[in-house]
């Protein structure tokens, strides 16, 4: 590993830190930031993100509030069920390669409605014609979901960890995102608590 490499894995190290203690000030209804036309204005000349998000497009989930984060700190890239699509991969593969991000947090979430549609197809060995795509690429996650559900006792839950620790790989490979940190978290909505994923 080169000087430079080390370099940046600390970099991504410190600001996931950051990441998780802003979290930490949501989860107690303390924030830092209070996001209004002031903090905007200020922002608006230049943009130095230290980290991207790449989540859901459930409208429960704002990343830019869940960590704590001002104008300009935070990427944050949507698809439903965070599916790595050319258009998602691209975006982020922007943000290491244009603006410097050294870490991108692939953010999963309770109750998701695109991991629910998809094991509801498995199940009924059915595609939705308008959930399709979507149903498509989150058919294995799902799959093994039920697969597996006499060890897990939620089955919802544990897809969507699936598709998280998948997503997570399917990024980590490709070299367009060499020295990126990309770790995986889930959010609960009930509680506001972001935690890590395991890689296994």
């Known amino acids: 590993m080169t000087a430079t490499s ?5 970099r991504a190290a410190s600001t996931l830190v950051d990441l998780l203690d802003g979290n930490g000030r949501f989860v107690a209804g303390e924030p830092r930031y209070r996001r209004d ?3 905007a204005r200020t922002a608006a000349p230049d943009q130095q993100p230290s980290a991207a998000v790449f989540t859901c497009i459930d409208s429960r989930v704002t990343a830019e509030s869940v960590f704590d984060c001002d ?3 935070l990427l944050v890239v949507r698809t439903a069920g965070h599916v ?3 258009a998602a ?6 943000a290491a390669a244009e603006l410097g991000v050294s870490l991108v947090v ?3 979430h309770e109750r998701c409605g695109a ?7 498995v199940e009924e060995e059915s595609h939705d014609p308008r959930s399709g795509y ?6 294995q996650p799902a799959s093994q979901a039920l697969a597996e559900s006499g060890e897990e006792p939620n089955t919802a839950s544990h897809a969507m960890r699936l598709q998280v620790r998948r997503t997570v790989a399917d990024l980590g490979r490709r070299a367009s995102l060499d020295g990126v940190l990309v770790v995986g978290a889930v959010y609960d909505l009930d509680t506001g608590v972001v935690s890590l994923v395991d890689e296994s």
Not at 89 to 94: A, Y
Not at 134 to 139: H, K, N, P, R, S
Request: net charge negative; no cysteine.
């Open 6 to 10: 080390l370099m940046e894995n600390h």
């Open 37 to 39: 036309i002031v903090a």
């Open 71 to 73: 104008f300009g700190q």
């Open 84 to 86: 790595p699509d050319r």
């Open 89 to 94: 991969v691209g975006s982020l593969e922007f």
């Open 106 to 108: 692939v953010l999963g």
């Open 115 to 121: 991991i629910n549609a998809a094991l509801h197809a």
């Open 134 to 139: 979507l149903v498509e690429q989150l058919w």
